[in-house]
């Protein structure tokens, strides 16, 4: 069932048994180079669809994982990781190259930032970008993010929920 949808995405929840074979692979097979410079180390070491399914399931220890699907077709298009502590929603997110430039992340986080104000007792929500991923960092201020710390390759930034 979808957590949130906008007009061309519908957001699902996956919990820790509903990781089939197809869903993982369909899933790996997005992360393409491109993809990958910009995710945290930990994600770059992964090499075969069965990596990553561990990876999945040690994520699923310490976040809330959310698959985007394209609704047109039903096919995943990428991922959401949202970890909650102290009434802060620690978010990351990929998409696969394939669906950038279309408006795609700034639809989901609209989305998801709306779904966060209705659903969730979260005070603010904060996310990491590589200094490198310059259509993120626009793609969240855009989005009213504020620019909030810059360390280690990573900017930070915040959007208050109030």
Known sequence: MSLFKTERLSVIEIQSDDWQDTLVSDLFSLLSP???????????DIHSAQDFHLWLKQMQ?????????????????????????????HLGYWLG????????????????VVWAKQATQLKLLSGGVDHDNQASSHV?????????????????YVYHMS
């Not at 491109?34 to 770059?44: I, K, R, S, Y």
């Open 61 to 89: 220890t310490q976040a809330r994982i959310f698959v985007i699907h394209a609704k047109q077709n039903d096919q995943p298009i990428g991922m959401i990781y949202l970890s909650e502590h102290d009434s802060v929603g």
């Open 140 to 156: 969240l201020r855009k989005l009213g993010f504020q620019p909030a710390s810059d360390s280690s390759g990573v900017s930070h």
């Open 97 to 112: 190259e394939a669906f950038w430039g279309k408006g795609f992340a700034q639809e989901l986080l609209q989305g998801l």
């Open 34 to 44: 491109n993809v990958v410079q910009f995710l945290p180390p930990d994600l770059q």
